[in-house]
């Protein structure tokens, strides 16, 4: 059964870092096209960042320059790293992962504040 498997969540400050992750399980991670989508409270889901098999990634505009996109096929796991974390980046963090279906991770949340 796949599965793909959130972590990292938390609090942090405005201006800090976080890193969150994604562990999936079952064959052919490395053949996935994945990403990070994120809800805030009472918006809708966003595209936050998009990662390609061949390691093309995609960025949403309010997250360019702050938030980095990298997997390792080695451990199954794709990172989210997040700088200069702003209160509007509060949300819940979903992995996602496509190839033929698609698959949710049950979301890490991020909450940023001080």
């Known amino acids: 059964q796949v599965q793909f498997v959130e972590s990292g969540g938390g609090v942090v400050q405005p201006g800090g870092s976080l890193t969150v992750s994604c562990v999936g399980s079952g064959p052919g991670f490395d053949k996935y096209l994945m990403g990070w989508y994120r809800q805030a409270p009472g918006k809708q889901y966003e595209l936050v960042a998009s990662?390609?098999?061949?390691?093309?990634?995609n960025f949403g505009g309010s997250v360019t320059d702050r938030f980095s996109i990298s997997r390792d096929n080695a451990k199954n796991t794709l990172y989210l790293q997040m700088n200069d974390l702003k209160p509007e980046d509060t949300a819940v963090y979903y992995c996602?992962?496509?190839?033929?279906?698609?698959?949710w991770g049950q979301g890490t949340r991020v909450t940023v504040s001080s």
């Open positions: 996602y992962a496509s190839y033929f279906k698609s698959y």
């Open positions: 990662i390609s098999p061949g390691g093309n990634t």
